[in-house]
């Protein structure tokens, strides 16, 4: 993903790795606020291009030969432009992807409704039948891997029709599937698919957004990925109750379904390097002089095959050797691990503890959906506190330890809910305790997401997109894991004491988010990645500041440009030094 700007704004768990470059945003953003000119929508919708006599007429630089292209831009007035989209149609962007995102989040834990009736049609055990929240959830490891270098080849809309007609396909084979093998591959394959908008729908945040503007959006966003696996147990197990759980099934693939057409229909590419490389391309074609967009006219052009290899190799390079990479990710993997536990433990708390039915047990999660909820209101207002915070510093860009003081609250908010739901959930205490509790630990996930990965996007800028998705990762293995466990913790150590692991783990990880914010610039000294990443911003800045927004443009580029090609060089000395090695 085009890394969403360390400037103001709020970025989203989702957003993160959409690409695994710097620059996909930062372009756009330079460009002065136009005069929208405006184009049937239809149009606009089917051909991406935009080639019109205004945009063939329009005086490019260069002079279009093989040594001199003409380099695309977007015209001052041009509505095929993101950013130029009316607030309305933005929003409609924005609500279409939040919902796609939810309904991912949704099928992942929906299933746990109709876990009783699996073991009990396959008979194998329960173990075995929870497996298949734990596929869809592995499945999401793909997604930065896979599906965010894709993106930067297609574009957004195109690898989201695909992605999303796919997922909705596999769900449909899980609702019909006739053994439990079928049904687990089908969940994992459901996984893998539902992981693009996941990965790649948040960078459509930082395509149509301004920086300034994100926050709101980016809150709004950001409540998607954690609402939809609280919601999905309480719909499920009503459904799973009634009609079983190939009907749960069944009602994942009509929602997917319903916005795959939504979203097939309504939603425009957005991703400007596809957007102006097509449109170059297509003024080649019309007008026999050779044109290339701005994306590709700083630094050489990028080999696919290294660029994938870089995508897979750098965020395990970044996970091993920077140390604030790695604590924020095992913290956030740990928290995030934690809420996919539940769906295992909240059946054994309250089904098997207090008598509920599958139904009433699903409504056991309304108290993480209300935690989600009530830190999403508060990382909007806190996003007004950050712009007050990074509108004293040169071009809005305050250090990353500013992005901490949620976190701060959220990492005590984590322990308190989880002791408070592990010595609360007995069934000689009301119900309505342990949920509560429940809440306070879905606040304190939220307020500690979105904080830590607003901080390894600011201290790590042109390579915030091979961070987050060591990050996203990391996370998914957790979450994939923790699950796969717990029936086995619960029967052993009991409800008190099982629940209390995660509280312990949470506690130890409580200093974390305190002592980035007093020591954090030291640390980030010392890291090698973190360090370069701060040059590089630091030499933008000042090529901003001599020469206006346009050289800040060039200047990024270039910045990105050397970085690429200083890895690509690191990669080719370490395959010769195994080449050497081998032959001796």
């Known amino acids: 993903m085009a890394p969403p700007s360390p400037r103001n704004g709020t970025v989203t768990p989702g957003g993160y790795a959409s690409s695994m470059t710097a620059g996909s945003d930062r372009d756009v953003e330079a460009q002065p606020s136009p005069t929208v000119n405006h184009v049937s929508y239809v149009r606009q919708f089917l051909d991406q291009a935009g080639v019109t006599q205004s945009v063939i007429d329009y005086k490019y630089p260069g002079k279009g030969t093989t040594e001199s292209p003409f380099v695309v831009d977007f015209l001052p007035d041009d509505s095929y ?97 006739n053994s439990m093998g079928a049904l687990l591959v089908l969940r994992f394959f459901a996984g893998a698919f539902g992981s693009s908008p996941l990965t790649n729908a948040g960078g459509v945040i930082a395509d149509i957004f301004s920086a300034e503007e994100r926050g709101k959006a980016g809150a709004l966003f950001s409540m998607a990925p954690f609402l939809g696996p609280a919601l999905g147990p309480i719909a499920g197990g009503f459904l799973g109750q009634s009609k079983g759980w190939r009907w749960v099934e069944g009602m994942i693939t009509i929602f997917c379904g319903i916005v795959w057409i939504a979203s097939s229909l309504t939603y425009p590419e957005t991703y400007a390097p596809v957007l102006l490389r097509k449109r170059a391309n297509k003024l080649s074609n019309k007008t026999g002089k050779v044109y290339i967009s701005k994306f590709e006219a700083h630094g050489p052009p990028r080999n696919a095959v290294a660029q994938f290899k870089l995508s897979i190799t750098r965020p395990w390079i970044l996970l091993i050797k920077e140390p604030i990479v790695l604590l924020t990710s095992i913290y956030i993997a740990i928290i995030y691990g934690t809420l996919y536990l539940c769906f295992a433990a909240f059946p054994i708390v309250f089904q098997l503890g207090r008598g509920w039915s599958p139904g009433i047990g699903g409504l056991a999660f309304v108290g993480i959906a209300v935690g989600m909820i009530s830190a ?103 979450g994939a894991a923790f699950p796969l466990f717990t029936t086995y913790m619960y029967n052993d150590l009991g409800i008190h004491w099982a629940s209390s692991i995660p509280a312990f783990l949470a506690l130890a990880c409580l200093p974390c988010p305190l002592l980035f914010y007093m020591y954090g610039a030291k640390i980030r000294a010392r890291c090698k990645y973190a360090s370069e990443a701060s040059q590089i911003l630091q030499k933008m800045m000042a090529a901003s500041a001599a020469a206006g927004p346009r050289s ?30 081998g032959s001796n």
């Open 81 to 177: 432009n993101p950013f130029t989209f009316s607030e309305g149609r933005k929003w409609m962007i924005i609500g279409i992807q939040a919902t796609a995102t939810l309904a991912v989040a949704f099928a992942s834990s929906a299933y746990s409704g109709g876990i009783r009736e699996i073991f009990i049609d396959f008979r194998v055990s329960q173990e075995v039948a929870i497996l298949g929240v734990s596929l869809f959830v592995l499945g999401f490891a793909l997604g930065p891997l896979l599906w965010a270098p894709l993106s930067e080849v297609v574009g957004r809309q195109k690898l989201f029709f695909i992605s999303y007609l796919a997922l909705t396909a596999f769900n449909a084979g899980a609702a019909g599937a």
């Open 376 to 478: 999403t209101v508060y990382a909007v207002f806190d996003n007004r506190r950050y712009k007050r915070v990074a509108a004293k510093y040169p071009k809005g860009m305050a250090p990353p330890e500013e992005r901490l003081p949620p976190a701060i609250l959220g990492s005590v908010l984590l322990p308190v809910g989880l002791f408070w739901f592990a010595w609360t959930n007995g069934p000689e205490i009301h119900w309505a305790v342990p949920i509560v509790g429940s809440g306070f630990f879905a606040a304190g996930i939220l307020l500690v997401f979105l904080p830590l990965l607003n901080y390894l996007i600011d201290s790590y800028v042109i390579y915030a997109a091979s961070v987050l998705a060591a990050n996203s990762v990391l996370r998914s293995l957790f």
């Open 552 to 581: 800040e443009e060039v200047a990024e580029a270039e910045a990105e440009a050397e970085v690429e090609a200083e890895a690509e060089k690191r990669q080719q000395d370490a395959e010769k030094r195994q080449q050497e090695a």
